[in-house]
């Protein structure tokens, strides 16, 4: 992660080297609580009683979705739903998948509304319906493995306009992790193709923690351990790689190509003097415009916004784990 890289004669500086971005205008009212639960509305004041979020995606029809990981950081041997579904004000409309995940990691939806969620504790994917019908699962339960049966720790899934799926692989941050890896396959669940390895090199991750497409098909993934974001077309083929979004654990990219980065573990010794937050951007060119700085950024355990979505309306939604949190940022007027 010190040293400089060099790919088809474009070199890259050292990430130690790149100027924290911080100072950034943030446009947002930060709304909290939002959104009740299926044990009812949130108390602020009972941490016990609050879910952990780590997805957020919007449907077609307005309906809000976020993935928990039940009433605390964990869904084994929980009784709660994980998966919920809220209309634009925050009312529960229903919530569904109790018992059937470990540890609920990354939500995405495809273009059939169809909604994915990575287990990474359980080493699988779901498909569901909308209205949570089971429709396909990857993967072994319980059981880590290598496609085309198996799956490592998936931490994120999303779904290109053309079906194929794409989901990101491993969550160990050791540099002699097994596994660090994109796999793909197609619509109906068959295996393609896997790249990346473990290591600090183009095209190598240390802990792919999330994954999405820009308006030209583009993948980026947040290579979290290594405090970047690496973009590959989706071949494999690497075509750039960005530090200016801090270290990222969630990417969201709408169909204009806003690009949101939650960064959850900056300014400690992961990332020194960048401060925990989202940060908001072109996915086009890179600029980051915007930072809607967490409320403790720059405590030393991971405080920050982890997941990270958006919605028609203009809003900014980060689900934050630790804290057990669904923060709403709502455009000031």
Not at 69 to 96: K, T, V
Not at 148 to 168: H, I, S
Not at 182 to 195: E, L, R, Y
Not at 327 to 333: L, S
Request: one cysteine or more; aromatic letters at 10%.
């Amino acid at each position: 992660m010190g040293n400089a890289l060099t790919h088809n004669g474009v070199s890259y500086p050292e990430q130690r080297l790149v100027l924290p971005i911080n100072d950034l205008p943030n446009p947002y009212e930060r709304v909290w609580p939002w959104g009740e639960l299926p044990t009812g509305p949130i108390d602020p004041g009972d941490y016990e009683a609050r879910a952990s979020f780590i997805g957020i995606v919007e449907g077609a029809d307005g309906t809000i979705y976020a993935l928990s990981r039940c009433m605390g950081n964990s869904c084994e041997g929980r009784p709660e739903a994980p998966l919920m579904a809220f209309d634009p004000d925050g009312r529960l409309l229903r919530a569904w998948g109790e018992r059937l995940m470990n540890s609920p990691h990354g939500l995405g939806i495809d273009r059939e509304g169809n909604l994915w969620v990575a287990d990474q504790g359980g080493h699988q994917v779901f498909k569901f319906s909308s209205d949570g019908e089971l429709l396909m699962t990857l993967g072994v339960a319980g059981t880590a493995g290598d496609p085309p049966t198996g799956l490592t720790e998936p931490t994120a899934v999303a779904v290109a306009p053309n079906g194929a799926v794409f989901v990101t692989e491993g969550h160990n941050n050791s540099p002699d992790a097994r596994v660090a890896r994109v796999s793909k396959f197609a619509p109906d669940g068959t295996f393609i193709m896997s790249w990346g390895r473990t290591g600090p090199g183009i095209g190598e991750f240390s802990t792919p923690h999330s994954i999405a497409f820009d308006s030209q098909g583009r993948v980026f993934v947040a290579d979290r351990n290594n405090n970047r974001i690496q973009i590959f077309d989706q071949d494999g083929n690497f075509l750039d790689l960005w530090y200016q979004f801090g270290r990222p654990s969630g990417i969201a990219i709408s169909a204009d190509d806003r690009i949101y980065v939650a960064d959850s573990e900056s300014f400690d010794f992961h990332n020194p003097g960048w401060k925990k937050g989202i940060r908001i951007g072109s996915a086009r060119d890179g600029t980051v415009e915007y930072f809607i700085e967490d409320l403790e950024p720059t405590t030393i355990s991971h405080s920050g916004a982890e997941a990270v979505g958006f919605d028609s309306r203009g809003n900014v939604y980060g689900g934050v784990v630790r804290r057990r949190m669904l923060e709403r940022h709502v455009p000031r007027i």
